[in-house]
């Protein structure tokens, strides 16, 4: 019998197991390391309990693993993954577990659900749509090796979360759920200012190991600032990894280009409200 559970109850690893089988053979290649997402799901406030599964009998078969913190004026669900293990699929599964999961989420006062789903991905992207989501962004993800002939006349400084000055950055609202400040926080990151002449010019957030750059900005848009920041970036690591920078930010994604990085894929952001009138509270 096929029913919609909450994984509240749900031991991980069965989690991931299912997870990792949903993703096999998907449009970009997931990692396979579990305690990968145990850490990336905790950064981002995943809740258990507030995240759902459709169960035959009592094998997991689908789920969806929400996030949820208040952002940016509402209490989201953010969907930090979707998946339906392959001999399950045709089913409309996802929907009915998000037919279930609505009004559990509007009882614990969530106004708003939000995901991210790669453009080439057509069947998931309709298939949200017929829930009700809509497109609000367009990001671009990016890799590779920074290109940098090397400028020397900057000093580097690791410094900690709260030491970074968000609200000096007009484009934090433009980050998606794993790279805004509150995701970061939980995570495993460094933080750096970059300095020259004694003056702040840029910042980064990294993970060293990885080389995954989860916020970057020039204080000031001099390509000579750019030319420090990325100088800085390739002194740490010069194999990196972007994910979703908005397309809105023409000209950062143009310097991101010009240092040797490729756009490997798309993503949409999409978003449900779950509130008639939709005001930030």
């Known amino acids: 019998m096929m029913e919609v559970r909450h994984l509240g109850n749900t031991d991980f690893e069965v989690i991931i197991e299912c997870f990792l089988s949903a993703f096999e053979n998907y449009f970009v290649q997931m990692p396979t390391d579990h305690n990968y997402y145990k850490q990336r799901w905790k950064a981002a406030g995943v809740q258990y309990d507030l995240s759902f599964g459709m169960f035959d009998g009592e094998r997991l078969v689908g789920f969806i693993i929400n996030a949820i913190d208040k952002r940016q004026g509402y209490?989201?669900?953010?969907?930090?993954?979707?998946?339906?293990?392959?001999?399950?699929?045709?089913?409309?599964?996802?929907?009915?577990?998000?037919?279930?999961?609505?009004?559990?989420?509007?009882?614990?006062g969530v106004t708003k659900c939000q995901l991210e789903v790669i453009t080439e991905n057509e069947k998931a992207i309709k298939s949200y749509a017929g829930i009700g989501f809509s497109i609000c962004k367009h990001y671009k993800c990016?890799?590779?090796?920074?290109?940098?002939d090397g400028v020397q006349n900057f000093d580097l400084k690791k410094v900690?979360?709260?030491?970074?000055?968000?609200?000096?950055?007009?484009?934090?609202?433009?980050?998606?759920?794993?790279?805004?400040?509150?995701?970061?926080?939980?995570?495993?990151y460094q933080y750096y200012h970059v300095y020259a002449a004694d003056e702040i010019k840029a910042y980064f957030v990294m993970d060293a190991t990885s080389g995954y750059v989860a916020q970057f900005e020039v204080l000031g848009d001099a390509p000579l600032q750019w030319k420090i920041l990325f100088t800085a970036i390739k002194s740490i690591n010069r194999e990196i990894r972007i994910n979703n920078i908005d397309d809105r930010l023409t000209n950062k994604m143009r310097m991101v280009e010009a240092f040797g990085l490729e756009n490997t894929f798309n993503q949409y952001e999409m978003e449900l409200f779950l509130v008639t009138e939709p005001s930030l509270h």
């Open 142 to 148: 990016y890799k590779g090796t920074i290109l940098s």
């Open 160 to 188: 900690e979360h709260n030491a970074i000055d968000w609200s000096k950055n007009p484009y934090q609202d433009l980050y998606s759920w794993d790279n805004q400040k509150e995701s970061l926080a939980k995570g495993n």
């Open 75 to 108: 209490v989201t669900a953010y969907n930090s993954g979707t998946g339906v293990i392959p001999e399950y699929r045709g089913q409309r599964i996802v929907n009915t577990i998000y037919e279930y999961a609505i009004p559990e989420l509007r009882k614990k």
